[in-house]
């Protein structure tokens, strides 16, 4: 496969990875990161054998390492909001059990 092809189809699998994110599905990452994977390690001996490309292919890992950075700042972010959300949800449960026993 060519750099150009292989490259192509890291960034689309990355694309889809930051969409799940967004979407709130991380379940489903594992699998496309897993795959992206197996092309990132192809690329890697495919550079191994043409130093002619190696500004750009060090370029793209660094694109690629600043996505993947972003993407676990939107994991982060996500999972603190369930977090919190979880606190407020025990909060609110506690402050109900409370006024039940009252009410009885």
Known sequence: MSFECLTSQINGLSEQVEA??????????SALLAQRLVLLEELDLLMRKDKLVSK???????????????????????QN????????????????????????
């Open 20 to 29: 799940l994110i967004l979407e709130g599905d991380e379940e489903q990452c």
């Open 56 to 78: 750009i292919y060090h370029d793209f890992l660094l694109s690629i390492q600043h996505r993947d950075r972003e993407a676990l700042n939107m994991i982060n972010t996500s």
């Open 81 to 104: 909001k369930i977090i919190s959300d979880g606190s407020h949800q025990k909060k609110r449960t506690n402050a109900l059990n409370t006024y039940q026993k009252f009410s009885e």
